[in-house]
């Protein structure tokens, strides 16, 4: 009874910050990322690339700087999906009904450009939106850890594996075309990660998971259990969720699993979750061999863990002792003290029993290791963009992973009316209401003071009782792994390429945007990724450049030229464009052994101008030969534009 009736306090005082020290440290006052607490042995898995689009967001910029503005992505169902009013009645039980005409929707869930990804119009149409987003959103994914497929070739001998939470979604009967549904279910509606294996020529397992709303938490465990066994070197692993059909709000209606206003969210006075579409991805790797290749690092995670709630007081109620025994248990499997956690991402959406339930459950767990209150953030990305079933759990686990790497906690919104079941004042938790720098906590734990990494925790439940949890913590180089961001510049290629000169531009123009915002990466690592992370297409342009500005420079006058409609020879800084195409005489000549000689002998002349028009013209070059003994590494850039 107490469990699921907690104690009815509203609260009604702002909680206090955890008492942190300066965002000035040195790696010295941290534990070493390499060193575990007293736990059952887990294997580190870094986090080496994330991609994905949520409501309001078309990549995962807008996606975080939607979290930082604390901006509402619920909107009335887009008439684009279907004619809510035909369906939407407030009264509730009504026979083909839904009291709720809310949700977050995606502004486009079809490929946008087929060409792209070497497929006709007829090919699209056998596809299910869900496999069209997952080829843009693992594309993307591979490009922000700075990989190709030539490259996880060589690299991992294609071992990759993918898991990929998704649920039906009832796309197939949207149409009314007599054998759409058979045409396209014969691709496998839910079994996206196969054809994605296929196309990207992954060979590790290949599995699609649908454990309802846990789906993708239940996917990314797998793959980190994956990588742990050796079956794959490297996996992806991810979730999405699309909202096609009034069906699923009906039936969600008449099992009153749905809210039944615009506000009723995370924390909040609700009655139920709001619906929401979404895709996201991960790209894992074992943290040691992830420093060992040079990754950028985006984030660990330290344990994963995943059980059902057995039988409870129905199929779709939670289980607060099986979710509280889950916590624990990461935390004893990882050997983390819950006192070092200073954020949770918590599962809430709005409903009136199960975000009670949560709150009780965590708060069980980490009272059996503390009696500390009210130190640790929580929150909820669904507060923001609704509750996106299959792909919730990739959403938060993104949140997350965002607020690592930009140090920085955002807002948990639309909760000034907390549910009135919800009590945090005798909790170690207090609700993120505003943007805050996220700092190292220093706690004293049996007597010693010291400081601790970034560390958060998600949960994830699915309404048919599949619970997860993941334990994070922010990734600490050591000294010497960032030494080579303060080496001199020295004179580099920059390129850049894609399907057609428009794309190309529009490239061109994010990575100058991308650039003036951002100053920390070297010119070396920039160059290094573009050149060995993106896959070199038909129009290529080439920037011959000894520091980042005149790399801006010679953006700044492609795009000029661009404009213009001049040739690059007017540029100041050395700049050349070219198309490369398979059926042309001189690409034939270029990619034999004729062309072998020529790129060696280039790169044994050393000299760039040359390379560079070679590489514009359609000849490839061994890049990692240009790079051999320098200390260089993959960093984020901006993606493919889809």
Known sequence: AAATNPARVVETVKAPSPIFRSPQFSPDKVEPQEEKEKGTGTMDIAVIGISGKYP??????????????????????????????????????????????????????????????HLTPYEVSLMDPMEQLFLETIWNLLESAGYTR??????????????????????CSCDTEPDFAQRVT????????????????????????DTMSSSSAVAVHM??????????????????????????????????????????RSFADGDGYLPAEGVGAVLLKPLQKAVQDGDCILAVIKSTATNHGGHSNGYTIPNPNAQTQLVEENFLK??????????????????????????????????????????????????????????SGISQLTKVILQLWHRKLVPTIKAEKLNPNINFSNTPFYLQREVQEWERPVIEIQGEEREYPL?????????GGSNVHFILEEYISSQKDSIHSRVADHTEVVVLSDINRERLI??????????????????????????????????????????????????????????SGHEPEGASIPLFIGESREDSKTSALLSGKIGETISQLLLEEGNMGNIAIYWTQGGRISWEALHKDKNVRRIPLPTALF
């Open 56 to 117: 309001g967001a078309e990549n995962l910029q807008e996606f975080w700087r939607n979290l930082q503005e604390s901006k509402d992505c619920i909107t009335e169902i887009p008439k684009e999906r279907w004619e809510h009013n035909l369906y939407f009645d407030e009264e509730r039980n009504k026979p083909g009904k839904t009291y709720c005409k809310w949700g977050g929707f995606m502004e486009r869930i079809n490929l946008s450009e087929p060409a792209f990804f």
């Open 150 to 171: 030539e490259v996880l070739q060589k690299k991992h001998q294609n071992k990759v594996g993918v898991y990929i939470g998704a649920t039906y979604h009832k796309y």
């Open 186 to 209: 014969s691709f496998g509606s839910v079994a996206v990660a196969n054809p994605m294996s296929h196309y990207f020529n992954f060979q590790g397992p290949s599995i699609s998971v």
């Open 223 to 264: 793959a980190c259990e994956s990588l742990v066994r050796g079956e794959c070197q490297i996996a992806v692993a991810g979730g999405g969720n699309l909202l096609t059909s009034p069906k699923k709000y009906i039936e969600s209606s008449q099992n009153q699993l749905i809210g039944s206003h615009q506000d009723s």
């Open 334 to 391: 990882a050997g983390i003290n819950p006192r070092t956690i200073s954020y949770v991402e918590a599962a809430a959406n709005g409903s009136t029993l199960g975000d009670p339930i949560e709150l009780v459950a965590l708060n069980k767990a980490f009272q059996k290791f503390t009696n500390e209150q009210r130190f640790c953030a929580i929150g909820s990305v669904k507060s923001n963009i609704g509750h996106a079933e299959a792909a």
């Open 455 to 463: 560390r958060a925790t998600v949960s994830s439940f699915g309404a």
């Open 506 to 563: 529009a490239l061109a123009k994010q990575l100058l945007e991308y650039l003036e915002q951002q100053s920390d990466d070297s010119l070396q690592d920039i160059a290094f990724t573009l050149q060995t992370g993106r896959e070199a297409m038909t129009c290529r342009a080439a920037i011959i450049a000894s520091t980042r500005e005149e790399l801006l420079t010679g953006l700044r006058e492609l795009l000029e030229l661009a404009d």
